[in-house]
């Protein structure tokens, strides 16, 4: 599926508080083609509000698992949040098909 995003021209960034050599790691053993950078400090995951509060039997803060499409001049079009692994890429896919330069907000439906 990675090339049809390379055919589209989008770029795909993971970014997560694990540190470079667990990235590395990760993407080795899952065969992944796209960057994973290391955020330790949670400094841009915070700053694009990925960073809220999660309820685990108790009230805690911590990574939201969210994915940002941006167009090509920086324009956030769509977001996801609580995405579906099996279905999130193919979902991402077809909003790259549509976008028609309208913002979207997807929650618990990709």
Not at 74 to 80: A, F, L, P, Q
Request: proline share 3%; glycine share 6%.
């Amino acid at each position: 599926m990675a090339e049809e995003f390379i055919r589209k021209n989008a770029v795909i960034i993971g970014v997560s508080m694990n540190s470079v050599e667990s990235h590395k790691k990760f993407k080795k053993d899952n065969n992944l083609p796209f960057t994973l950078l290391s955020d330790p400090d949670a400094k841009v995951i915070k700053e694009y509000g990925a960073w809220e509060e999660k309820l685990y039997g108790k009230t805690i803060i911590g990574v939201v698992n969210t994915t940002f499409l941006i167009d090509e001049n920086g324009k956030i079009i769509s977001i996801y949040k609580d995405t579906k692994p099996e279905e999130h890429a193919e979902k991402c896919l077809l909003d790259l098909k549509d976008r028609a330069g309208t913002s979207k907000y997807h929650e618990n439906n990709s």
